[in-house]
């Protein structure tokens, strides 16, 4: 990676992915072409529209035909952000990929400081870190933090840095790295950290929004935290081995002390209340356990099925010439 040094020619490709953001398109060109000016001609801009509703592919079409770095991977439909990013790098050419939201949440001009840490050939990962998450709602900080803390608990291999989106840079090796991963069920925060060696994190504060909505609610974050649980442990479904043996074990203790009671003082019948929370309780663990068991199944049965993790209806611009790679 020491070759970056002596290559300032080097190409950074910008992986940008778009859901419903035809507002948002022109403000983040603009944007980039202002703050990145210096290093502009090393960028390419990849656009993956993830099935959007509204004009967000004609106007990036519009953009690609004032400026021949730019393409646009469209998608059949919505795949979700992860498939985007999954295409997004199996797409780019660059020698290094930035994957940024296009809503400037994510602020360009760190990616100088990316670039920078890069070129030391020091770092294969380098990635932002929000040191302020104040606009945020309180919600989603608690349950993002209860996320990390509790992923990286379970997690013995693979630790998320806290407070790490998406923005980051990637070496090629990297990007190789997860090209190489199979799985359907794509938790990309997961399968970088898996792929990278050597990173780093530079802070930022992480500005609003500057135009549109969030195109994430809490249905989507449960189900990406689900996938990221069930993608990187296998330690939720072994515990209850445990938990089982130590009921029984308790339970073998108490059926002595009945049997025992019973034998020698006779018999008595109180004991409704505690016979029926022993019941629920334990059909409660049942059912957890149960879950869980299912997560994992259901995330055999889509690795099962095979199929491709998105669909592609056309390449446009730049990568439009050179050839399609699979999903
Ligand atoms: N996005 C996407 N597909 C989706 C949802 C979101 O490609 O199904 C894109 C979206 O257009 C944006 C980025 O992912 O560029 C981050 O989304 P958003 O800003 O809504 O997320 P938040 O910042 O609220 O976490
Ligand atoms: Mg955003």
Aim: proline fraction near 4%.
């Amino acid at each position: 990676m020491n070759n970056n040094l002596k290559n300032p020619d080097y190409k950074l490709s910008l992986i940008v992915p778009v859901y419903n953001e035809e507002v948002a398109i022109t403000p983040f060109l603009n944007e980039i072409n202002e703050k990145l000016a210096s290093i502009r001609p090393h960028i390419d801009i990849v656009f993956i529209n993830d099935g959007s509703k509204d004009k967000t592919k004609a106007v990036i079409e519009t953009a690609i035909a004032e400026d021949d770095s730019i393409s646009l991977i469209n998608f059949a439909r919505n795949f979700g952000k992860e498939a985007a990013m999954t295409a997004g790098l199996n797409y780019v050419k660059g020698d290094a990929a930035v994957i940024l939201d296009v809503d400037l949440q994510d602020p360009p001009e760190l990616i100088l400081e990316f670039v920078r840490l890069w070129q030391t050939g020091e770092y294969d990962t380098v990635y932002g870190v929000r040191v302020d998450r104040s606009q945020d709602t309180f919600l989603k900080r608690v349950t993002a933090g209860g996320f990390y803390r509790f992923f990286n608990f379970l997690s013995a291999e693979t630790t998320l840095p806290e407070n790490v989106g998406d923005f980051r840079l990637i070496d090629r090796c990297v990007i190789e790295a997860v090209k190489q991963l199979p799985e359907r069920n794509r938790f990309m925060k997961g399968l970088l950290a898996w792929s990278s060696f050597r990173s780093i994190g530079v802070d930022f504060q992480r500005p609003e929004r500057n135009v549109g909505d969030t195109k994430f609610n809490y249905w989507k974050l449960w189900n990406f935290a689900m996938d990221g649980f069930t993608s990187f442990t296998a330690w939720p479904l072994r515990v209850w081995g445990f938990i089982g043996f130590g009921i029984s074990f308790l339970s073998f203790l108490f059926l002595m002390y009945v049997l025992i009671s019973t034998i020698f003082f006779g018999v008595h019948t109180p004991g409704y209340a505690s016979t029926i929370s022993v019941v629920l309780f334990l059909g409660g663990i049942q059912l957890i356990s149960l879950g869980i068991i299912g997560g994992y199944i259901s995330r055999i049965y889509t690795e099962l099925k095979q199929r491709p993790i998105y669909l592609v209806e056309g390449v446009y611009g730049k990568y439009s010439q050179e050839t399609q790679q699979d999903s």
